[in-house]
């Protein structure tokens, strides 16, 4: 999920704005007291991102911690488990570090909170991210470099207790955060009693 396909996570319905004579925009009250980011995009369109300024001993979301994060991926070989599986190649690690990392500043952009999900592998060498919470837990796969999907179970029935789908925006985990956690809308992205030690599954 790179280039464009990260981008594509970021594509969600918007409101247009028109500014005054000086520049002011008008956002409503909702937004008031809020910090945004300013984008200039090369073609003169400009984008406003909400922001949400968090210390980096509570979140420290820097391209060193996401390169530590999925370090022990980038150290399998084939046959890791000693039953064939595939080692993930480098460009399917990197989408993950590009996942995560939007997925997280997305979050906290949104004011809600964030725990680290427990990082892993599968036999055909694709990277998964998990959240658990009680008898309910969400799987998102990254697949290849645009492909990204989920599963959420809340029992072992595969028929009945489970769902799957795929990931294109940041609304769609948002949802799945909710689905999670239905007793805090908002607070916390993605809440777990712990988040597991990274290691291949």
Not at 28 to 35: F, N
Not at 109 to 123: D, L, Q, S, Y
Not at 132 to 152: G, P
């Amino acid at each position: 999920m790179r280039g464009e396909s990260v981008m594509s996570l970021l594509m969600e319905t918007t409101e247009f704005k028109v500014a005054d004579q000086k520049g002011r925009v008008a956002l409503g009250s909702k937004w008031a007291g809020k910090r945004f980011a300013v984008y200039e995009e090369s073609d003169g369109k400009v984008m406003l991102s909400p922001v949400l300024v968090v210390p980096e001993s509570e979140h420290p979301l820097t391209a060193s911690r996401l390169r530590e994060s999925f370090a022990f991926l980038e150290g399998l070989t084939d046959n890791w488990d000693g039953r064939g599986s595939l080692a993930p190649d480098p460009a399917t690690i990197a989408s993950a570090r590009e996942a995560l990392g939007l997925l997280q500043a997305s979050a906290l952009a949104r004011g809600m909170g964030w725990v680290e999900p427990h990082i892993g592998a599968n036999e055909r060498g694709q990277i998964t991210l998990e959240w658990w919470q009680e008898n309910r837990s969400v799987t998102v796969f990254i697949r290849a470099e645009n492909q990204v999907d989920y599963l959420k179970a809340w029992g072992t029935n595969i028929e009945a207790e489970m769902q799957d789908g795929e990931i294109t925006t940041i609304a769609d985990f948002i949802a799945l955060s909710h689905w999670l956690n239905p007793g805090q809308r908002a607070g916390r992205a993605i809440p777990s009693e712990s988040a597991g030690e990274g290691q291949a599954t």
